[in-house]
């Protein structure tokens, strides 16, 4: 099996099985399918592998001796690094508890023993497929300079873009990705968040020592994972940044920080009591100044010259 890793394919799949037939007809039928196989026999043998390489896919047995396939997996998803990795469960149990059980660890899927070998490829390509356009998601919310974040109903974070992990320790020194939870300052504020009339567009705002904090619902992507927006809020710091570095007015710059907060003519006029006509008006001027032709790209300057 050890020339199986070196293998130049772009796809890995762990398949974690204590059954040495069932792994040798796994293998087989994974490669016929152009994937390259790890394996693993045991629970914690898959946790070592882990610590040296990440797959794409995990294919993991629920019943094994010593550590089964129910607690591996709840291992892995509490490593923030591992937690992405799609986990599909393959199992004999014909009990709804252990459909649940393995849903409730992290498991994403499940196929019965005996497998049938064509259900079991559908499966494995749909949910690669998924994992990576989730990536490929945060990687471009990433780069728009966003600080955006996925919870469930009480507060525990589902996933973030790398900049709003940054954003989340400094609001809560000590804090890191592997809690399962967000810091209380924001847990409490999420949950206040979600409890109002109208979740979609709702907005809080945390105020702290070193500056404010807010929270907008972007969207419920299922109904246990809402999409939020964090921003970090110091107006007169940044203001003062994006007149410096960009050559503009304090009007202006007032505009287009509260343009790189994600905010429409509309908010930005009631903040500034301005006209909303005004707002564009200023918005144009700003777009000469700095040379680019979108409000997209007028955020991202700022964002950058702010420095979240």
Known sequence: MSDLAITPRTETVLVIDDEPESLRMLTA???????????AT????????????????????????????FETTSRIKRDPALAPIPVIFM??????EHVIEAFEVGGIDYVRKPIQWQELLARVRVHMAQSRAVHASVASLDAT????????????????????????ERAAPGWTRADALLPSILRTGVRRLL??????????????PQGAIELVVVETLHSDEVLIQFTELDPKRDVRRLQGGLGITQR???VLLWVSYGKSNLD????????????????EHIYEKIGVE?????????IKIIGR
Do not use: F, N, Y
């Not at 898959?46 to 294919?59: C, T």
């Not at 009339?197 to 945390?206: L, P």
């Open 29 to 39: 039928m994974l490669e016929t399918a152009d994937l390259t196989v790890l394996i």
């Open 42 to 69: 045991s629970g914690s043998g898959a946790i070592e592998v882990l610590q040296h390489v990440r797959p794409d896919l995990i294919l993991m047995d629920a019943v094994m001796p010593g550590l089964d396939g």
């Open 91 to 96: 199992t004999g149990l014909t009990e709804p």
């Open 145 to 168: 300079g966003r600080l955006m974040m996925a919870t469930d109903d009480q507060g525990r974070l589902l996933w973030c873009t790398p900049l709003a992990e940054q954003a989340i």
């Open 195 to 208: 409890a109002q009339d109208s979740v979609s567009g709702a907005s809080i705002r945390i105020e702290q």
């Open 252 to 254: 202006e710059a007032e």
């Open 268 to 283: 930005i006029s009631d903040v500034l009591r301005i006209s909303p006509r005004t707002v564009q008006k200023h918005l």
């Open 294 to 302: 979108t409000r997209s790209s007028a955020a991202a300057v700022a």
